[in-house]
Nanobody
Framework: QVQLVESGGGLVQAGGSLRLSCAAS????????MGWFRQPPGKEREFVAG????????YYADSVKGRFTISRDNDKNTAYLQMNSLNPEDTAVYYC??????????????????WGQGTQVTVSS
């Protein structure tokens, strides 16, 4: 089992930045692909970004490419999502997720085994 706890969400004005953290505990963090997803109000949960276990490969949704950066620190068992140039369309509950097997970065919910409880990000115009 892997337990994931997100933090760093909040209210920010358009154009601002936030950094989300995802602290993992339980079985080894190193072997997992880590992903960030989000669920806007009234919409389905969607993929945002993913990173392989070594941290040398990343993948982003087109909507966040160039604005968001995913990273991880395996010594601290923590993944991060740096979000810059935020706009109201980024308002959502953000979830981190872990997928056993650290090679392929999946974009579908079913490819991830473990999920955090989510953290709210609200961007005001």
């Amino acid at each position: 089992q892997v337990q994931l706890v997100e933090s760093g969400g909040g209210l920010v004005q358009a154009g601002g930045s936030l950094r989300l953290s995802c602290a993992a505990s339980g079985r080894s963090f190193r072997g997992n692909v880590m992903g960030w997803f989000r669920q806007p109000p009234g919409k389905e949960r969607e993929f945002v970004a993913g990173i392989n276990w070594t941290g040398d490969r990343t993948y982003y949704a087109d909507s966040v490419k160039g604005r968001f950066t995913i990273s991880r620190d395996n010594d601290k068992n923590t993944a991060y999502l740096q979000m810059n140039s935020l706009n109201p369309e980024d308002t959502a509950v953000y979830y981190c997720a872990a997928a056993a097997g650290g090679i392929r970065i999946g974009v579908r919910l079913g490819e991830y085994n473990y999920w955090g409880q989510g953290t709210q990000v609200t961007v005001s115009s």
